[in-house]
């Protein structure tokens, strides 16, 4: 069975970090590129980031590029999302998603269960 199991999410304050993490298991992790997708109340499914099988290659949305980086230990089955200078406007569920593809939102069956992330101060 395949298994997506975030953690790390939080309230923050403006300006703070956060470290999401994502465990993975039923399926094989490194040769899968990952990444992460998040929803904000009330808003569709937004693509955040994305990483390759071997982790030599990432991309992230414009919104937070700069800000976020993605990475991944292949030997854990575990992925992360390094998050600084947050903002009220990151505030969502965040989402570890498996195959996914550059700008596009993969099926919600390929989605973890979530994490919430709220920035407020």
């Known amino acids: 069975e395949v298994q997506l199991v975030e953690s790390g999410g939080g309230m923050v304050q403006p300006g703070g970090s956060l470290r999401l993490s994502c465990a993975a298991s039923?399926?094989?992790?490194?040769?899968?590129?990952m990444g992460w997708v998040r929803q904000a109340p009330g808003k569709g499914p937004e693509w955040v980031s994305i990483i390759s099988w071997r982790g030599a290659t990432t991309g992230y949305a414009a919104f937070v590029k700069g800000r976020f980086t993605v990475s991944r230990d292949n030997a854990k089955n575990t992925l992360y999302l390094q998050m600084n200078s947050l903002q009220p406007e990151d505030t969502a569920l965040y989402y570890c998603?498996?195959?996914?593809?550059?700008?596009?939102?993969?099926?919600?069956?390929?989605w973890g269960q979530g994490t919430q992330v709220t920035v407020s101060s």
């Open positions: 039923g399926f094989t992790f490194s040769s899968v590129d």
């Open positions: 998603a498996r195959s996914m593809l550059w700008g596009v939102v993969p099926p919600r069956n390929h």
